[in-house]
């Protein structure tokens, strides 16, 4: 893996906040703004940040598969990038109090959104496996990673007459609600959701963010698991024996 992707992961969570504060103060002076302003801002930039993610792990993964031969050797690189990725995004959210509610959401949310984005990389590992095509592996990796993190949340009206089952379902598949949850943040509730979609103004509850954490990791478990055995199929299968041949 090229040593440049490590500045570049890492960095990432820094840009995502500098454009929040950006487009939120513009070009005023936000020193002398009071702390719940300030904290409030550092939330948005974390679900921004858990946004990105869930576009950006599918495709890194995507990335990483393709460069590297072993599942073993793909599983420690992906797993390293996200945790510097996740710490990253922890210690600006710690220096700029991005959890109003204490230092203890802050970490619950950042352990949720490492599982949910390795569950999203290992997702880009399968499929970078699984087709031969790199453009179908990140097309397909993406649209899985957005249907099951933002599908429910931007389904408008249509997702009112959703069975409360698959909604719970949904809500737990997803890394972006998981993350928002941990950190103290009700997403269903915000400005723009509250006006678009039906679950806001219903009894809708959120899953412990260790119970769908734990979900990601059997999830990221059996990614790994497939990928290594569809590796293993094409590596003996007759087509590779004889391209080995020529």
Do not use: N
């Not at 993610?53 to 598969?65: F, N």
């Not at 931007?154 to 997803?174: K, Q």
């Not at 806001?200 to 290594?228: K, M, N, Q």
């Amino acid at each position: 893996m090229s040593k440049a992707w490590w500045p570049a992961i890492t960095g990432l969570p820094a840009v995502v906040c500098m454009t929040v504060f950006f487009l939120t103060l513009g070009m005023r002076d936000w020193s002398e703004l009071p702390r719940a302003v300030l904290a409030g801002i550092f939330a948005d930039a974390l679900l921004a940040t858990a946004a990105m993610a869930t576009v950006g792990a599918p495709l890194v993964g995507v990335a990483l598969a393709r460069r590297t031969t072993t599942t073993k050797a793909f599983a420690r690189q992906i797993a390293g990038l996200v945790l510097a990725f996740v710490a990253a995004s922890a210690t600006l959210g710690y220096l700029g109090g991005a959890v109003p509610t204490g230092s203890g959401h802050l970490l619950r949310a950042h352990l949720a959104l490492a599982a949910g984005t390795l569950a999203l990389g290992a997702l880009g590992g399968f499929c970078a496996v699984a087709f031969r095509d790199p453009l179908d592996a990140a097309a397909v990796s993406v649209g899985t990673s957005v249907l099951l993190a933002a599908g429910l949340l931007l389904g408008g009206p249509a997702v009112s007459d959703v069975p409360r089952p698959v909604v719970d379902i949904a809500l737990l598949a997803s890394p972006l609600v998981t993350t928002a949850a941990a950190a103290g943040i009700d997403i269903l509730r915000t400005d723009i959701l509250y006006r678009v979609s039906p679950l806001a103004h219903v009894g809708t509850e959120y899953s412990e963010w260790y119970a769908a954490s734990t979900v990601y990791l059997a999830f990221t478990a059996v990614c790994l698991a497939t990928t290594a055995l569809l590796r293993r199929t094409s590596t003996q299968s007759p087509a590779h024996e004889r391209s080995v041949a020529r």
